[in-house]
């Protein structure tokens, strides 16, 4: 880890960060004694009210480095937001809204709300009324909130802009600065990204004093442990590949990808016909069924889950033991996130990419390439195995 060009190995105990005794049963009961260490870099200036500047691979923490010192600050007797959590994706926030009620679960008082599209505004309306210190929102829906005089930013104290570098370049870049500019009391900005874009540069140029810059780089300790297979078979193998994948693998929690939203539909309607139960999510699911879905695949009453790209930042799940590419991203970035989505919290994943023609062969290639990721070509044998190729 490094802080403002310092580099720092030091092994940082939470009980050492000076944090409440709520916190600590908090952290206590979900088995955390050390801290990640981007939660070590970004946990002491964010309680000192300081700028943060964060950027860390996806997966090693950064919603506990934000929501410890949030949740700390927090005078559970004012009734008014105190602390703004900006995400770019509504499964993101919802994550987020997830876990902040984990770390508050001792400190009584206080009130968490999450808001995004996709959802009736009206059930929103009715949790702003109940006065939350602590709203979790994607840009576009907290400004119809504030348009329609259903939320008050004025006694913003904390704001936290997750996964910068995504928010801004899906096109938030005018809600966000909009959004920074009606918190006159605002005390700090912190800025957690696993990419520093010039977006990203340029908020933290306009609205940040002095941030502390924390940089978390994917070094042996840090980096995800994904063993990444690839599988060449013909295009009319493929389905076979992934069911044999899934079902001699012994995975409980398996995510498969794919390029577009009719794959998605047709590859869920295969694998259930095939006698492999699973359920999608893509963009076009209406909001309602999507969280159902990601309850059940959560709670482990769902196996196979069939996603898009729309889910690779939205999933922040512990124990997915499992992601099978079924087509190769179009983008190496994609490819990242949605290998990251196992391998998190220290334990051991796998990511397959089954690959059908040449042209998706040269483009692993690339992203091996680019990633400095190793890739092993094997064989899938009947037992659903990866057998290396020699």
């Not at 030091?10 to 088995?31: C, F, P, V, W």
């Not at 994607?138 to 928010?167: C, F, Q, S, W």
């Not at 997915?320 to 051991?348: F, L, M, Q, S």
């Amino acid at each position: 880890m490094e802080i403002n060009g310092i580099e720092y190995n030091d092994e940082i105990r939470y009980d050492s960060l000076g944090l409440s005794s709520e916190m600590m049963q908090a952290l206590t009961k979900k088995g955390y004694e050390v801290a990640t260490p981007v939660q070590g870099g970004v946990i002491p200036p964010m309680m000192q009210r300081r700028d943060v500047v964060a950027k860390a691979p996806t997966g090693t923490g950064k919603t506990f480095a934000f929501g410890i010192p949030m949740i700390e600050h927090l005078n559970t007797q004012e009734q008014a937001v105190q602390g703004l959590i900006l995400s770019p994706t509504r499964e993101l926030a919802m994550q987020i809204g997830n876990e902040l009620r984990d770390l508050a679960l001792y400190k009584k008082g206080v009130k968490i709300a999450v808001v995004y599209g996709g959802q009736p505004i009206e059930k929103q309306i009715v949790q702003l009324k109940k006065k939350p210190q602590i709203i979790v929102a994607t840009p576009g829906r907290l400004m119809d909130h504030y348009k329609r005089r259903t939320i008050r930013l004025d006694k913003v104290e904390t704001v936290v802009l997750d996964e910068a570098d995504r928010m801004l370049d899906m096109g938030f870049v005018k809600d966000v600065t909009r959004i920074l500019d009606l918190m006159p009391h605002r005390e700090n900005l912190a800025l957690l990204s696993a990419t520093i874009s010039r977006e990203v540069m340029d908020i933290a140029w306009v609205y940040q004093r002095d941030a502390v810059e924390v940089i978390v780089r994917a070094d042996a300790e840090n980096k995800p442990d994904i063993l990444q297979y690839r599988t060449d078979v013909p295009a009319n193998a493929k389905l076979d590949t992934l069911m044999r994948i899934v079902n001699g693998g012994g995975f409980e929690r398996v995510i498969v990808f794919c390029n577009t939203k009719s794959m998605v539909e047709r590859l869920t309607r295969l694998l259930n016909l095939g006698g492999c139960p699973a359920d999608c999510i893509h963009g076009d699911v209406r909001q309602s069924i999507r969280e159902k879905v990601m309850a059940q695949f959560r709670k482990g009453h769902l196996r196979i889950l069939v996603a898009t790209d729309v889910a690779a930042r939205g999933i922040d799940i512990d124990d997915i033991d499992a992601v099978i590419n079924y087509d190769v991203p179009d983008e190496t970035e994609y490819y990242i996130h949605r290998i990251g989505r196992t391998g998190r919290a220290k334990k051991h994943g796998v990511a397959f990419t089954i690959i059908s023609n040449f042209a998706a062969g040269v483009r692993l290639d690339e992203i091996g390439k680019f990633t400095k990721n190793k890739i092993i070509p094997v064989k899938i044998d009947e037992t659903g195995a990866p057998v290396p190729l020699k």
